[in-house]
């Protein structure tokens, strides 16, 4: 059941800005979007979350509209680490992972 | 600080056996839940344990059931195992509840069962 979309796999080239969307139309008022990845044969990492304004931290920025409907990830500056699935997720009471965007950053 | 520590790692069970997996996490973290991971389904929500409490579970047959211990140690117990339940198992640990939404997990390696 999860409340949101993104695409099922992105490019990037290192050094880039990797710019991943996500949409989330039936997210309710209280709810807050967070964002994981996970890279191969390990669990999943926290990134960054957010509910109505733009937040930053070391590994990257989230940036929400202001109708709440869709967000973008940004990693300013991409390298071959970063490469892993991301999951962009409404908290709901809990955390239900969709699919994600498999993003593959190349040299 | 240790991060989350699950056993076992690896382990191989037959159809119609149980097994007990165990999450060991964070230090001063008192939120524990757990996921299973397969190719098809992807990672879903299992359920929550907060101070020893079943806080949230997901839809998962009676078979899968969990508990936590006062220390916040939890185990997860799968019983009568199917081949379908082939899976990472996954723990988290957080500070505070999920429901909270002031909370981040830390996941574990997990544990990667194999039913034949």
């Known amino acids: 059941d999860a409340k949101t979309t993104q695409p099922t796999s992105m490019d990037c080239a290192e050094g880039r800005a990797a710019n991943l969307p996500c949409n989330h139309s039936?997210?309710?008022?209280?709810?807050?979007v967070y964002w994981y990845r996970q890279i191969h044969s390990q669990g999943p990492q926290y990134i960054i979350h957010?509910?109505?304004n733009n937040e930053t931290n070391e590994m990257a920025s989230l940036i929400i509209t202001e109708d709440r409907k869709s967000s973008t990830l940004i990693l300013p500056h991409a390298t071959l680490r970063d490469t892993a699935v991301y999951y962009c997720?409404?908290?709901?009471?809990?955390?239900?992972f969709g699919q994600g965007t498999t993003l593959q950053v190349k040299p | 600080k240790a991060g989350v520590t699950q056993t076992p790692r690896y382990l191989i069970k037959t159809r119609g056996q149980q097994v007990t997996l165990s999450c060991s996490p964070i230090?001063?973290?008192?939120?524990v839940s757990w996921y299973q991971q397969t190719p098809g389904q992807g990672l879903q929500f299992l359920f929550e344990?907060?101070?020893?409490?079943?806080?949230n579970k997901g839809n998962f047959p009676g078979r899968f059931s969990g508990r936590q211990f006062s220390n916040s140690r939890s185990e997860m117990n799968v019983s009568t195992l199917e081949l379908g339940d082939s899976a990472l198992y996954l723990c988290?640990?957080?500070?505070?509840?999920?429901?909270?939404?002031?909370?981040?997990?830390?996941f574990g390696e997990g544990s990667r069962l194999t039913v034949l």
């Open positions: 988290a640990s957080s500070l505070v509840e999920v429901t909270t939404n002031t909370g981040e997990l830390f």
């Open positions: 230090s001063g973290h008192r939120s």
């Open positions: 957010g509910l109505k």
């Open positions: 997720i409404v908290l709901a009471g809990k955390l239900i």
């Open positions: 344990y907060f101070s020893e409490t079943q806080r």
């Open positions: 039936t997210i309710s008022g209280n709810e807050y």
